[in-house]
């Protein structure tokens, strides 16, 4: 049976029915057997309640009952039958029940598992049906109600199988319970949810489990990816043309190398109209793609491509690299969400930690009368400083005279770091940018600019985000430079295991689409 069949049985049934719940429903009706047309009069109502909610599977059964002979007919029939026909009709229940409880020894999860919409509370059921985000408690007695359903068929449940649940959550209810932020949706839409049931199935199961026995786990950020092939994947995370394995159209490689020429001579003549250097640096971007994944030092880089360092040419190398606009996508989601953030940060953040609300009341301090600060200076820090992350990693501060040749370099991250001429990112007037302890550009004007050129870097150059950074940087990433790839991590490869997206990240994601709804 072809998935087509199915898929147009349901859509002529059903034909408003979003495209998530068909394939969801496509599965279901696979796992229970059906082959034919004639199988749909063995379908009840209650076989589908884990992909429909009970008006809709009530009308697919009613549906396919018109269509199909009924099952009664065909029941009677068969019993009608002699012999072997109705020793069949009598031991298909004992068959049944039998394969249902073979499955539970067994340890294995049924595809077909049915949500239980009817144990949830009304409060709940009510906030769901009208499209509302349920609280946190609801949402939480939601998960403790699934889990325990789960725990129920069996206790061997694995990530595949919190992320199938989350995912028909999600997919009957995405107004109530999707990952989103001002209309965004981050990674899978239910990655926070996924996060929430796996949390729950360890504290179910905790008092059972052995303290000194580790978990195995088979899932990581690259899934069944041998790790040889990790770091290209890492190195490959949110960018759609990272390898270019031909010229373009019209190139040589001498034509190349003149245009190379090209631009080393205007940037050494200070020419800075933006047409040519845009058209010159999308021209030749093969060219440095090839070189940073050939893995030219950064050095001869900024000696061979001294624009891509500068905001006009990075934010174009970055365009064609992940298909987005560094800059300019920046400023729109700060637009959008920067006041929200701050709302939260301020009035619900600084309530929930003591050593948050200490933070906080530094920065606020060091802020001081400077009046020249931005939105994203703020908010950067408040993140840095939620997450609990160094912002030594991400910032270096000098004196305000201090030149490119006076920094030390030696207590300079190896990352991309932002070089601070001043005593603070708010008072500052002038910024560097640090890569592989290389000042590459030593005169950058304004903190948005040099947080989009530090950023850019990360994905320009291969590098990995550290991991006292993974967390604000996964953060950024994900809700304000709108990169957000479903499977795979940025972050430096540890020992430990990372899920797509970091579980602090998903927290705070959550609670700020929380707070959205209860400031409506």
Known sequence: MSKSFLRSAITEALPDLPDVSKDILEETLQSLGVETHDDFQFVKEEDLLSALRPIQ???????????????????????????????????SPVS????????????????????????????????????????????????RIVVREMMKVTTSLSKKNATDVARKLV??????????????????????????????????????????????????????IPPEKRAAIQDTYGCIRWHVKFLPLGETAESQQQKKEELKKL??????????????????????????????????????????FHEIG??????ELTGVDLKETLLKN???????????????????????????????????????????????????????????VMFHYVEDTCLAGEVVMDR?????????????CYSSRRMMLSVDQVIVNENIS???????????????????????????????????????????TKVERTNSTRLHVNPRVLTLIQDLSDHEWRAI
């Open 57 to 91: 599977a009530r009308k697919l059964v009613a549906a396919w009952s018109l269509k199909c002979p009924t099952q009664e007919s065909g029941a009677s029939s068969l019993t009608a039958s002699p012999g072997p026909s109705t020793s069949m009709v009598s031991l």
């Open 96 to 143: 049944t029940s039998s394969s249902s409880s073979c499955q539970s020894a067994s340890g294995r999860f049924p595809d077909s598992f049915m949500i239980p919409w009817g144990q949830f509370p009304e409060a709940l059921m009510q906030a769901l049906e009208r499209g509302r985000r349920p609280n946190p408690s609801m949402r939480k007695e939601m998960v």
């Open 171 to 224: 997919a009957k209810y995405p107004k109530s319970l999707q990952d989103v932020i001002e209309g965004d949706i981050i990674g899978t839409g239910y990655g926070s949810l996924v996060k929430q049931i796996q949390n729950r199935i360890e504290n179910v199961k905790r008092p059972t489990t052995p303290k000194i026995k580790k978990r195995t786990s088979h899932d990581s950020d690259t899934d069944e």
């Open 267 to 308: 940037f050494s003549q200070n020419e800075e109209s933006p047409g040519p250097l845009k058209m010159l640096m999308k021209s030749t971007f093969y060219s440095q793609r090839q070189d940073v994944n050939q893995g030219k030092d950064m050095k001869y880089l900024l000696e061979n491509w001294p624009y891509w």
């Open 314 to 319: 990075m934010i174009v190398h970055f365009n």
């Open 334 to 392: 700060v637009e959008h969400k920067g006041e929200r953030l701050l709302h939260f940060m301020k009035t619900v953040a600084v309530n929930k930690s003591k050593r948050f609300y200490q933070a906080a009341t530094k920065l606020q301090m060091m802020r001081g009368e400077h009046s020249g600060y931005t939105q994203v200076t703020e908010m950067v820090l408040l993140l840095l400083a939620y997450f609990d992350e160094r912002d030594d």
């Open 412 to 424: 300079v991250p190896l990352t991309p770091t932002i070089v601070v001429c001043g005593q603070s």
């Open 446 to 488: 304004s903190f948005i600019s040099s947080l989009c050129m530090m950023f850019g870097s990360y994905y320009c150059f291969n590098i990995h985000y550290p991991t006292a950074l993974a967390a604000t940087l996964e953060f950024l990433q994900r809700c304000f430079f709108s990169i957000n790839p479903e499977r795979g």
